[in-house]
Structures are given as C-alpha cells and as structure tokens.
C-alpha cells in the first residue's frame, strides 16, 4: 500500500472511531452534552481532512505534449482542468514533427496534442500510441499576419511584396502549419519564385515564424489564428481561403508508455466534452471538430473572394 494509501486509510479510521466515541456519549449521559459537541466538531474538521487528504493521495501529474499553435490556448485551459480534476498538467510546446521524434525516442509523455492527424497515426502504426484513444479537439485556421501593416484583399491574384520581403513559415517537413503555408502559396503560383529568390524563413514551429515577424526578422508571416486573436487590434492579418489548402484537422491521442493511462483518458474526455473547455478553444480561434461554426471574426480582415489574392496597405 502507498503512503498517500495509508495516510487515508489511517485518517478513515480515526473518524470512524471519533464518531462512535460521540454517538456512544450521547446515550450514556446527557450532562456530558458538551463534550459530545466539541467531538462532533472535531469529527467535522477531520472530515475535510480526509477530503484533502484524498484529493492530494489521488491527483496525477500529465506530461502534455502539445503542437506550438495550441501552447497558450492549452496554459489557458490547465486551471480549469485543474479545477476540474484536481490533477496538474505539466506542457511541452513544439512542432508536431520534433514531438513526434522525441516520442519514439521514449520521452516520457502521456498525451499528445498534435496539429494534424498524421503524426499520431504515425505514433499509432508504430504501437506507440492508442489507437481507440484518437480524437479530434480542434480545427485549425490559417492566418497570414504583417505586424507593422494592414493587409487587404488585392484586386489581382498573388501577393504584392516588396523585392525585399521575407516570408516566415513553420517548416513545412514537419508543421503542419507550415505545410498548409507551402500549400496556399503554391496553388497562388508564388512557393518557386519565393524560394528560388530566397525568401523564405522557415522555422522550426508556427510559433516561432511568428517570433521571425514580431521581432522584424520577417516581414511577414503564415501562422495560426490563434496566435492572433488576442494580440493584434488592426486589420493586419488576412485568412486564405480554406479551398488553398488541407483542413487542418488537430488530433490528439494518448501514449502506451503513458504511467497515467486512466488520468490521461479523463483529461482526454474532458477536453472533448467540457462546455468551458470548447468555449475557450473556439474563442482561441478554432473551429470545433463537432462541425460548429468558429466565434464570428471580430478582429483582422475578412476572408476575400476565392479569387483575390492579398496586398499589404501602408497607408
């Protein structure tokens, strides 16, 4: 039996016999009716003892593997969690691609919240994750932001950059966002030009393309939306079309080398079907996997027309 076991099983015992030493006093003499209230009142506080005591036996700490784009929406959702469970959720943030290495080389977590749905098929057909465990818990949207400047919808098709514009994207080899990037920009016919000219900054996650743009070490960048919602105030972002690239359709699944398999699947559930946790996750700037509509828009551009391309306005 653990020591959490047998501090709990310990503190059981002592309120059981408290409680039959007062019921017992109660019987025998009524004059002793004081004694018997100040051993009810002890019989109360052990009580939530014994619920803290259980509570701290029973918490679990999760080691949370988590794509770059829903690293903030996830801190945002651990005290709620936390709330809700009593376990603690302990977050590693990178790109799909680099967790998924880390997991098949054995770092110890128990789940993984990938961008897309192909990194955990992958941990899946290698028997190092559940495959009854698979769920979707968001849908993810494609932003191309300019920090300093406005973008708006160009009335021609493609993007006016300058000569010297640099684009920063996630890798597209191993971030989904980043091959959703590579994908807008080659249906627009602009992936080779940019390439071969060499002007594409292409980072290890979509959060750190976003760092290239913020920091002015790229003009501009293709990041999540996510990123964007509670950061930018201005009409500087523009959103492709969804016809330009893959759904980004976010997985995530729990790991057989998991030593918390039952926590694991309960914060899994929870973040499936909690109201707070979909409230917040569409306010972070998804879609919900259940096919409801994202938050309406209340900052950044509109979605132009299937044939517009976008142009960045100064002015």
């Not at 976003?210 to 972002?237: C, I, M, P």
Request: net charge positive; with cysteine; glycine share 6%.
């Amino acid at each position: 039996m653990t020591t959490a076991a047998n501090k709990l099983s310990k503190a059981t015992h002592l309120v059981v016999r408290t409680v039959r030493g007062a019921t017992h006093n109660v019987g025998l003499n009524t004059c002793t009716a004081w004694v018997d209230y100040r051993r009810f009142h002890y019989t109360v506080s052990m009580l939530f003892c014994l619920i803290s005591v259980a509570t701290t036996a029973f918490a679990t700490e999760l080691n949370i593997a988590v794509s770059a784009n829903f690293g903030a929406t996830l801190r945002e959702l651990t005290p709620h969690y936390h709330q809700a469970s009593g376990d603690q959720l302990s977050i590693s943030i990178g790109s799909s691609g680099k967790l998924t290495t880390q997991i098949m080389q054995g770092a110890p977590y128990d789940v993984f919240l990938s961008a897309d749905r192909q990194h955990p098929i992958n941990l899946i057909d290698k028997q190092l994750a559940d495959a009854a465990s698979r769920f979707t818990y968001a849908i993810g949207i494609l932003a191309l932001w300019h920090p300093q400047q406005s973008i708006t919808p160009a009335a021609d098709q493609g993007f006016d950059f300058r000569p010297d514009h640099l684009v920063a994207l996630a890798n597209p080899r191993h971030a989904p966002y980043g091959k959703a990037a590579e994908q807008v920009l080659s249906t627009m016919g602009y992936w080779q030009t940019l390439s071969s000219s060499h002007r594409l900054a292409l980072a290890e996650s979509v959060g750190q393309a976003w760092h290239y743009a913020a920091s002015g070490n790229a003009d501009v960048a293709f990041v999540a939306l996510s990123q964007l919602k509670r950061r930018t105030e201005n009409n500087n972002y523009w959103l492709p079309p969804a016809r330009l690239y893959t759904a980004i359709i976010q997985q995530g699944v729990v790991l057989n080398n998991s030593k918390n398999q039952r926590a694991a699947r309960r914060f899994c559930r929870w973040l499936q079907t909690d109201a707070q946790a979909k409230q917040v996750i569409s306010e972070s700037g998804y879609q919900l996997p259940e096919g409801q509509a994202a938050i309406p828009l209340t900052r950044g551009a509109q979605t132009p027309a299937p044939s517009s391309g976008v142009a960045f306005d100064a002015s």
